[in-house]
């Protein structure tokens, strides 16, 4: 993360990368089958990206990342709200988002009708930044 002045994010950029790999569930069953072709098709597309266009203020300690997310090949734009506490030590970024998995071919075959699994999925994360030394 780039932030703007004196360690503000609005006006800094956004930028996270997961590696699909490092996906963690309760059970090596559920890792296995998010991994598939049908889910996250991690063979093929190892990494899921955001990249922020623009970082706005909307109240004091909360912000919004205007961007597009990489998912399995395909590209989206996302809104990304997040929360800001920034300390001597470093900050902490936080947030939750609503995303239709769909939009991004997670979830094909008998799982694509949301029936079974939730079309719209929540995304909660959190961010530790530690100043450098």
Do not use: C, N
């Amino acid at each position: 993360m780039r932030t703007g002045p004196q360690g503000d994010p609005a006006g800094g950029r956004l930028f996270v990368r997961v590696h699909i790999a490092s996906l963690f569930l309760d059970s090596a069953e559920l890792e296995e089958g998010a991994k598939s072709a049908e889910w996250f098709d991690a063979a093929r597309f190892p990494l899921a990206e955001f990249r922020s266009a623009e970082i706005r203020r909307l109240a004091p300690g909360h912000y919004q990342a205007r961007g597009r997310l990489r998912l399995k090949g395909v590209e989206r734009p996302l809104l990304l709200p997040f929360t800001w506490r920034a300390s001597g030590e470093g900050a902490v970024l936080a947030g939750t988002a609503r995303i239709d998995r769909t939009a991004f071919g997670i979830g094909s075959g008998e799982w694509a009708g949301g029936d079974l699994i939730a079309r719209e999925v929540v995304v909660r994360y959190r961010a530790v930044f530690a100043r450098a030394p």
